[in-house]
């Protein structure tokens, strides 16, 4: 699994930071099969998440590891908002994804225990 973007930072090439945003998808389906990040809460279909990873989070790599999209997240979440975010989930990102989070200086808010 490749862990962070390569090499330094700074803008390459000439493209501003308006041509490097991504948007995210809107669900094919609003059924079963919803998925919701656990690291930014964004709802899309598994399948969705399998071919073109998360918008939020490319760092983890879930367009390129199966794996990560069943790891990273989970069909067990409350609600929606306009947008296509939960307003919660219920479990943890794992361990290890947490540590590809803080490798790439992205902020990893757990769920809220009772």
Known sequence: MRRGGGGGG????GIDD??????AQIPTSFGPELRACLR????KTYDQFRENGCENCPFLEMDRENDSVVNCTTPNF?????????????????????????????????????
């Open 78 to 114: 409350t609600g929606f908002i306009p947008g296509c975010y939960t307003l919660a989930v219920s479990e943890e990102l794992p361990e290890e994804y947490q540590g590809i989070c803080q490798e790439n200086n992205v902020m990893y808010v757990p769920p809220k225990r009772p």
């Open 18 to 23: 308006e041509d490097r945003v991504a948007h």
């Open 40 to 43: 930014c809460r964004l709802v």
């Open 10 to 13: 700074g803008h390459g090439g």
